[in-house]
């Protein structure tokens, strides 16, 4: 199974700070990675696909990257609607596999 | 608008059965990929099984941990998607999502239903 190490696992940030978040995939998984924000008692939300594009309706202060297996979700200046946990999920093979998740929080 | 709701979801022991329902609306379900996820008590997000396309003769696939307990399907002529769940184990306690992934590409999930194997 392809691991998806996601780091780091709590973010301190203030607002208006630039934060970044990874995640390494054990193999190669090409652009097949999916960031998702998950607010409390909410169901997760897309916000990046095919490692680098924003998903409908989804702030440009988002944006995703990728360097070689390490995939990143960058927030540009963190507003307080974005305190949340993030996920990846790499979708090139069976069995999907989500990162460990990401708590933003303000600092 | 895209809908997608599950219910079926509750408290079953040890070794019991539990199908789990997802409702959709909002677009052409026979041209999606669904998918059915699990997210734990301490909130780690697992993928559970995934029904392709018509075109792609329903393909079905899963997690290891649930291979030959759990069975999705769908009907698209109803608008839904089901998961049986059978053998069930403390270790299945979560909540389930269903989701719908098709070009767009739109990954929509409804808001999940509460699945907790207990004696």
């Known amino acids: ?3 998806m190490t996601q780091s780091p696992s709590s973010l301190p940030a203030s607002l208006g700070d630039r934060v970044t978040i990874t995640c390494r995939a054990s193999q190669d998984i090409g652009n097949y990675l999916r960031w998702f924000q998950q607010k409390p008692g909410k169901s997760p939300r897309l916000m990046i696909y095919g490692a680098t ?7 440009s202060r988002f944006s995703g990257s990728r360097s070689g297996s390490d995939y990143s979700l960058t927030i540009s200046s963190l507003e307080s609607e974005d305190m949340a ?23 | 608008e895209v809908q997608v ?24 379900l026979s041209t999606a990929w669904m998918y059915w996820y699990r997210q734990f008590p301490e909130k780690r997000l697992e993928w559970v099984a995934r029904i392709k396309a018509k075109s792609n003769n329903y393909a079905t696939d899963y997690t290891e941990s649930v291979k030959g307990r759990f069975t999705i399907s769908r009907d698209d002529s109803k608008g839904s998607i089901y998961l049986q769940m059978d053998n069930l184990k403390e270790e299945d306690t979560a909540i389930y999502y269903c989701s719908c992934y098709y070009s767009g590409p739109i990954d929509f999930w409804g808001p999940g239903t509460m699945v907790t194997v207990s004696s």
């Open chain 1, 85 to 107: 946990d993030y996920y990846c999920l790499q979708s090139k093979e069976s069995p999907l596999t989500f990162g460990s998740g990401t708590k933003l929080e303000i600092k």
């Open chain 1, 53 to 59: 594009n924003l998903a409908a309706g989804v702030p």
């Open chain 2, 5 to 28: 709701l599950e219910s079926g979801g509750g408290l079953v022991q040890p070794g019991n059965s539990l199908k789990l329902s997802c409702a959709t609306s909002g677009f052409t």
């Open chain 1, 1 to 3: 199974d392809i691991q």
